[in-house]
Structures are given as C-alpha cells and as structure tokens.
C-alpha cells in the first residue's frame, strides 16, 4: 500500500509539473527499487500533461517498450529512446546565466515564499529583501513593514497613480499586490543584490520592466506537500483553499519561463541556494 501510494503521488508530481517527466525518469534509472522505478511506462507516459491512452499505445509501439515494462526494467536502448522522446517533446528548462543584482522569488500558492524570504532577511543581511505593499489584512504575527505594508484600496490606487510602485498585481480574485520603487532602486544604486518576493504575474511585470532580472521559480518537493501545507496553515476556508490548489496547477505550468528552480524541500537549504543564486547573479553583472 506504502508503494502504491509512493506511485500515485508521483504521478500527480509529474502531472501537474511538479517534477519533470525526465526528472522521473532518472529516479528510476538511478533506484531501480523506487517509487519511479516500478512504475509501469503506461501509467507513467499518462501521468504526462497533454498524453492519453491513445498517444501512449502510439509512443510505446513507436519506441517498441512493451506495455508491462516498468521504468526501471528498461533496457539501455529503450532507455535512450525514451529519454530522447521526452526532450523532443517538452525540454527541460536550461539554467540561465547569472546577468543582474535584482532577483525575483515567485512560485505558486502555500510553496512558502515568504518563509524562504524570512530566513533569507535573518540569516543573510547583505541581500536587501523588498517589502511588498498589499491591500490584503495582516495575518497573525505580520508586522508592518517588515512583512508588508499594509494598505486601503484608495491608498493603493494612489501608488499606481504616482508611478510609485515596479510592478502589481491582483492575486487569487482579491487582493492587490505591489513592490515599492524607492527602496529598490535605492538599494541597487548602493550596491546592494535586491531580492523581490513577490506572485507570479508580478515577476512577468518585472522581467518585462527589466529584461536582466533573474527569476527563481520556488517549487515544492510534491504535489501533496503542497496541499499539506495549504491545509496545515489554515488561514483559508475551504472554498479558498480549493480556488488556489485550482490557481497552483496553473502557477506550475508557468515554470519553465523562469531562469531558475529551487525546490522548498528544507527551508535553510533552499534560501541558502537561492541567495547564492543572488549573489551569483551580482558577479555576473560585474
């Protein structure tokens, strides 16, 4: 039961992007004992987005792997064919280059972005961490201007007027979100890496503004880790929490148009590599 649970997550990782189908593959190439190496290649090639049973009888004829092979059983042929099929299909993301000192931190809902940015303000002080603006009320334990700055709608309609914020946005139907100019363009003319915690839609609005900024996408390490920790926060009713899980799927597609992935696996570790992307990133432009 463990391993057909281990299986039926992991088809839901690959399903909605959370790890890539040649990701998967690799797990089971590696640890042939693995949930992804006993996967059947039929329930494997169907868990990828866009592959139903008719494309899959298609690729496994194309290929010649037999219906009953499992991920790990593959012969080093099939192997390869497979391999070669998935990057035809859909590539793997390349890592950018590190080419600027601002630094966008973005990814979908309940993937911790803010406590990723909180260990980052605590543990690593050289990066100036942007304070977002938001018309949203403060949580429990929020302070302001150290978590965000809160505002009403009138204030927040004001700023746009004023040019004086780089980038907003309304997200999950509710509330506005936005980066304050002043602090960010101040910390870049000091020297400083600057790092934006912010939603998807406003790291387009960036990139766009400011085609160097590099983009970290934030991932979680599955699917499932990802409804736990929406659940387990409980800031949102159910209705919500559905509404974002729905908003999540989207969020994940949008991936491979970030420069880089980190997956939020242990918070210390994935601050650490996302600020030595950061500081990466300042050389680059040096």
Known sequence: MAARRARASLKR???????TPQEALRRALSDTDSAAGSLRVTEFL??????????RDRVLEQLAISPVKRLGGLGARQRTALAAYLDGRRAE???????????VLAGPTAVGKGTVAAQIREQYPEVALSVSTTTRAPRPGEIEGVHYFFVDDAEFDRLIADGELLEWATVHNAHRYGTPRGPVEAALAEGRTVLLEIDIQGAHQIRAAEPSAALVFLLPPSWDELVDRLVGRGTEDEEERRRRLRTAVVELKDQDSFDFRVINDDVARAAKEVVELAQASARGEA
């Open 93 to 103: 993301p390349a890592q950018q280059p590190a080419r600027s000192r601002l630094m």
């Open 46 to 55: 169907t868990s990828i987005p866009g592959v139903g049973a008719s494309k």
């Open 13 to 19: 990782d690959i399903n909605t992007r959370v790890i």
